[in-house]
């Protein structure tokens, strides 16, 4: 089992920074795909930034050049650092895992097992 806890979230303005964490156990980021998930109320959850194991990271169009995806050394926290924010990136971020990639990035939510409980990011115009 992977279990995920995310931090990190909060109220910002529009134009500001948050970075979110997510800290992993029972599995190395080495050996899971890992994305960033996140949804509205009424909208499926969608993936927004994915690593895949061997560190590959890609992202969705809408957070490109705005959002950057990385770990820590020891490879069992992820991060999402989110500049340039706007109201429309307002949501409840979630990490997710799966064993296996092949591909990792632009998988869907039904494609990940593991799951964190979320944190809410609030960015006001």
């Known amino acids: 089992q992977v279990q995920l806890v995310e931090s990190g979230g909060g109220s910002v303005q529009a134009g500001g920074s948050l970075r979110l964490s997510c800290a992993a156990s029972?599995?190395?980021?080495?050996?899971?795909?890992m994305g960033w998930f996140r949804q509205t109320p009424g909208k499926e959850r969608a993936g927004v930034a994915y690593r895949s194991s061997g560190g590959s990271k890609t992202y969705a169009d809408s957070v490109k050049g705005r959002f950057t995806i990385s770990e820590d050394k020891a490879k069992t926290t992820l991060y999402l650092q989110m500049n340039s924010l706007n109201p429309e990136d307002t949501a409840m971020y979630y990490c997710a895992a799966r064993w296996g990639d092949y591909p990792c990035g632009g998988r869907r939510a039904p494609d990940f097992r593991f799951w964190g409980q979320g944190t809410q990011v609030t960015v006001s115009s």
């Open positions: 029972g599995a190395t980021l080495s050996s899971v795909c």
